[in-house]
């Protein structure tokens, strides 16, 4: 079986699950507040995009999961066009697949103790992984820098937007979120603004992983606006039909 899709569609599907979550936790968090209850427990907590065990979590790790399998692809692509390009999207496929894992890992938080011993852990900085994140986003951009200029025009802004989309939700919403529960302190800072905030973090992340899903099959159908994945059941050697089919042979 095959299976057709253009770049468009996947766009659009991820967009609008992405939107369908945002809209219902959003929901859910207001009306759990009206009712002076706790947004993280029950219906509330599975709808949390703030929730590392929430549904959400789960289609965020699996969006870095399609991003990495197209950006293997992108790499077989252009070995087969000889852009030079191949080990450039190979690491871009590890960096999603790793992004896929942290998602329901959550190893990054991990890193605050690191943080804190550079920038001391206040305001912005309260989630103080995220001065660790921006040196690996400026490493990372100075790495692909010449690599981003041998693209097409095309592919170059939209993978260039798709990552400013994603950051600017992960450390720089992140950051302001990190400001507001430093601010209240401890447990009281998850108010219903912080998970609104948390919201609004989350859905910029996604969207930018839905921008680049929708580069990376853009890359890959190069002008035919559609991509194609087989499905097929593994192949029967003939012998084994034939010995099924006469008694004789089978004996």
């Not at 590392?52 to 965020?60: R, Y």
């Not at 697949?97 to 942290?102: F, I, K, Y």
């Not at 989630?127 to 981003?148: D, E, H, K, M, Q």
């Not at 990190?178 to 992340?205: P, S």
Request: aromatic share 8%; charged share 15%.
């Amino acid at each position: 079986m095959v299976v057709t899709v253009t770049p468009r569609q996947l766009l659009t599907g991820a967009i609008g699950v992405s939107l369908l979550l945002f809209g219902s936790h959003t929901v859910a968090v207001l009306i759990v507040d009206a009712a002076g209850g706790d947004p993280t427990r029950d219906v509330a907590g599975l709808l949390n995009l703030g929730l590392d065990s929430a549904a959400p979590t789960w289609f965020a790790a699996a969006l870095l999961a399609g991003c990495a399998i197209l950006a293997l692809v992108a790499a077989d692509r252009s070995a087969q066009i000889g852009s030079g390009n191949r080990r450039h999207w190979i690491g871009l496929a590890v960096v999603c697949l790793a992004m896929s894992v942290d998602e329901v890992a959550t190893a990054h938080e991990k890193l605050n103790a690191v943080g804190r011993r550079l920038v001391g852990g206040d305001g912005i900085f309260f989630y103080s992984w995220v001065v660790i994140g921006a040196i690996a986003v400026t490493a990372f951009v100075i790495a692909y820098w010449p690599f981003l200029l041998r693209l097409p025009a095309r592919t170059r802004w939209l993978l260039i937007g798709s990552g400013v989309c994603f950051v600017g939700g992960a450390l720089v919403l992140e950051g302001l979120n990190g400001a507001l529960h430093d601010e209240i302190g401890g447990r009281n800072a998850l108010t219903t603004r912080y998970w609104l905030q948390t919201g609004v973090e989350e859905l910029f992340e996604m969207l930018g992983v839905s921008l680049l899903l929708y580069c990376l099959a853009d890359y890959i159908a190069d002008g035919d606006r559609r991509i194609s994945l087989a499905i097929s059941a593994p192949s029967v050697p003939a012998s084994s039909h034939a010995a099924a089919d006469d008694p004789a042979a089978a004996r």
